[in-house]
T-cell receptor
Framework: EPEVTQTPSHQVTQMGQEVILRCVPI?????FYWYRQILGQKVEFLVS????????KSEIFDDQFSVERPDGSNFTLKIRSTKLEDSAMYFC????????????FGEGSRLTVL | AQTVTQSQPEMSVQEAETVTLSCTYD???????LFWYKQPPSRQMILVIR??????QNATENRFSVNFQKAAKSFSLKISDSQLGDTAMYFC?????????????FGKGTRLHILP
């Protein structure tokens, strides 16, 4: 069964460092998302992406965050200068746009900022 | 803005019992989707069940069923004959149906423990 894959599963970084989280969405999907889950808290929307541009972003998604789809398969989330409060689980999701409303999620990338 | 509220942070039930998880939401939309997602310790978010707001019939998926009350904006999940593998965090979620790229909004989750 097709699935969304994310790498790395866990990354530890120093505050102020740049981090890139990678996602490979399901191959025929058109809509892509990043969500964040701080430990023990709700899953929060960060950004949606369609047709090589951001469709919508939340207040969390400030200038330190960026997304791109560099090669038609990977979908990346970059955090330019990490802060302690960026420590969270980051989930990538994709949607085939078939009108089912279902998002398929990856297993998440845990980011720990020290 | 849409909101999703789950009032039960944590629940425990014995294996084989039936358990109901509560969810309420607030929206001014008329057409939308509601979901229950399961997040086991393995972390991945797995879709359990989906309800389209224009459908009056409650969705069912094997042991999982919902009680969708549109007027009351309530969307509870019932798990029958609960199994140890049902132990997980359960998130109620909402999506507007207007645009295909619309985001899902999650509640805070209910941590469910199935006891042997």
């Amino acid at each position: 069964e097709p699935e969304v894959t994310q790498t790395p599963s866990h990354q530890v970084t120093q505050m102020g460092q740049e981090v890139i989280l990678r996602c490979v969405p399901i191959s025929n999907h058109l809509y892509f998302y990043w969500y964040r889950q701080i430990l023990g808290q709700k899953v929060e929307f960060l950004v949606s992406f369609y047709n090589n541009e951001i469709s919508e972003k939340s207040e969390i998604f400030d200038d330190q965050f960026s997304v791109e789809r560099p090669d038609g398969s990977n979908f990346t989330l970059k955090i330019r200068s990490t802060k302690l409060e960026d420590s969270a689980m980051y989930f990538c999701a994709s949607n085939g746009g078939a009108g089912t409303g279902e998002l398929f999620f990856g297993e998440g990338s845990r980011l720990t900022v020290l | 803005a849409q909101t999703v509220t789950q009032s039960q942070p944590e629940m425990s039930v014995q294996e084989a019992e039936t358990v109901t998880l509560s969810c309420t939401y607030d929206t001014s939309e008329n057409n939308y989707y509601l979901f229950w997602y399961k997040q086991p310790p393995s972390r991945q978010m797995i879709l359990v069940i989906r309800q389209e707001a224009y459908k009056q019939q409650n969705a069912t998926e094997n042991r999982f069923s919902v009680n969708f009350q549109k007027a009351a904006k309530s969307f509870s999940l019932k798990i029958s004959d609960s199994q140890l593998g049902d132990t997980a965090m359960y998130f109620c979620a909402f999506m507007k149906r207007l645009n295909r790229d619309d985001k899902i909004i999650f509640g805070k989750g209910t941590r469910l423990h199935i006891l042997p």
